[in-house]
Structures are given as C-alpha cells and as structure tokens.
C-alpha cells in the first residue's frame, strides 16, 4: 500500500539546522511532484517547499526562502527537506505530500520545535 514516511524532527535551538527526510513507497514516486507542507497548533497547513518530478524545479514560500532546501532522490524514492538557521516560528508538524493529477497522499507528519 502507499506510504510516505517522515523522520528527522525534534528539538531544536533557535539557528540550528535539521534535515527531514520522506520515504516513500507503493506508487511510482518518480511520476509524482513533492511537497511539504507545515501546520502549526492553531494555524492552517501551509505550503513549505515543493519540488518536480525530476528535482529540477523548486519553489518555496517566502517564510523559507533561503532557509530551506528541498532535495529528491528517485532512486530512493526520498525527498527531503534541510531546514537551516531555524526560528520560533518554523514549529510545527511537517507533512511530505505526493501529488498527481486528481490523486494525493500524505506522511504521518515529523514534529519540529524550535525552542530555547
């Protein structure tokens, strides 16, 4: 069955970095654009960073912007996410989302906390 599987979050001090990582199976990730999504207590999912099929095109939400980077490897069906230079208000649970035409799959979601 599909299964997108985040790691990777924790605690963390304001400026440090980490990495979240998706792993995915059951569907042919390489034909599927990524996401991350974020969501905050209180606060809708955002939009994070997003990646094509090929990782050739990525975008970001201004929030992020040369922060984060988001990376693909379709021999491992992984995506992931290098959070650097963190602020309180990156914490939140983060979601890796698979998207295609009418069909979409999320993680479980990965907690991370910035706090100090």
């Not at 809708?44 to 693909?72: Q, W």
């Not at 992931?80 to 998207?99: R, W």
Request: charged fraction near 15%; proline fraction near 3%; include cysteine.
């Amino acid at each position: 069955q599909v299964q997108l599987v985040e790691s990777g979050g924790g605690l963390v001090q304001p400026g440090g970095s980490l990495r979240l990582s998706c792993a995915a199976s059951g569907f042919t990730f390489s034909n599927y654009p990524m996401r991350w999504y974020r969501q905050a207590p209180g606060k809708e999912r955002e939009l994070v960073a997003a990646i094509s099929t090929t990782g050739s095109n990525t975008n970001y939400a201004d929030s992020v912007k040369g922060r984060f980077t988001i990376s693909r490897d379709n021999a491992k069906n992984t995506v992931a996410l290098q959070m650097n230079s963190l602020k309180f208000e990156d914490t939140a649970v983060y979601y890796c989302y698979a998207q295609r035409v009418a069909v979409g799959y999320w993680g479980q979601g990965t907690q991370v906390t910035v706090s100090s």
